[in-house]
Antibody
Framework: QVHLQESGPGLVQPSQTLSLTCTVS??????????WSWIRQHPGKGLEWIGY???????HYNPSLKSRVTISGDTAKNQFSLRLSSVTAADTAVYYC?????????????????????WGQGTMVTVSS | VLTQSPGTLSLSPGERATLSCRAS???????LAWYQQKPGQPPRLLIY???SRAAGIPDRFNGSGSGTDFTLTINRLDPEDFAVYYC??????????FGPGTKIEIK
């Protein structure tokens, strides 16, 4: 059973860089068949997809955050990380890591269902001095 | 952009809930998902590809629709179903967007 766990500082100062790590157990980020995403939720608000890591190195980001976001993977530790630079109070949110749902069709073929079936519990990050 | 309606639905246990999700453009390959979220918990995937139930989801949850209009129907509301529901689409850029949510509250 795949389990995701976010970790990182709960408090970040304005203009600094937010850094979070998602540790994956029960699955491998290097398997190549899943996307590994970061998603955030502002307090009392909806969900915002930040970006994903695919095949341990390929990334895709939300254009609204692209200039400040870096997602990377550490296959040795089976972790993937989020870095968000130049943070402001608007970046205060619960940050989730998540994995996409994949369907397998046999003969090694599979397809992402473009939905997130495994989520971490989330970690609250507050940007404040 | 995804729009969800209503914003809040006040219902009693045992009633049927009908939630709407409308996209500003056709959803690619009908990759439309629904999630349930309770306070302090991450979202839980209910429906993917507009109408396929995720593993372990009770059959009282049903998704339908295509193109730009999608519906989540919850038959016979259970007390545990009172929560916030989000739809999510797969697009070109950004790849994933979520709707603002519909809250189902106890009447």
């Amino acid at each position: 059973q795949v389990h995701l766990q976010e970790s990182g500082p709960g408090l970040v100062q304005p203009s600094q860089t937010l850094s979070l790590t998602c540790t994956v157990s029960g699955g491998s980020i290097s398997s190549g068949d899943h996307n590994w995403s970061w998603i955030r939720q502002h307090p009392g608000k909806g969900l915002e997809w930040i970006g994903y890591l695919y095949n341990s190195g390929t990334t895709h980001y939300n254009p609204s955050l692209k200039s400040r976001v870096t997602i990377s993977g550490d296959t040795a530790k089976n972790q993937f990380s989020l870095r968000l630079s130049s943070v402001t109070a608007a970046d205060t949110a619960v940050y989730y890591c998540a994995r996409d749902l994949v369907k397998y069709y046999g003969s090694g073929s599979y397809s992402s269902m473009a939905a997130f079936d495994i989520w971490g519990q989330g970690t609250m990050v507050t940007v404040s001095s | 952009v995804l729009t969800q309606s209503p914003g809040t639905l006040s219902l009693s246990p045992g009633e049927r809930a009908t939630l709407s999700c409308r996209a500003s453009q056709n959803v690619l390959s009908n990759y439309l998902a629904w999630y349930q979220q309770k306070p302090g918990q991450p979202p839980r995937l209910l429906i993917y590809s507009a109408s396929s139930r995720a593993a372990g989801i009770p059959d009282r949850f049903n998704g339908s629709g295509s193109g730009t209009d999608f519906t989540l129907t919850i038959n016979r509301l259970d007390p545990e179903d009172f929560a916030v529901y989000y739809c999510q689409q797969y697009g070109s850029s950004p790849r994933f967007t979520f709707g603002p949510g519909t809250k189902i509250e106890i009447k």
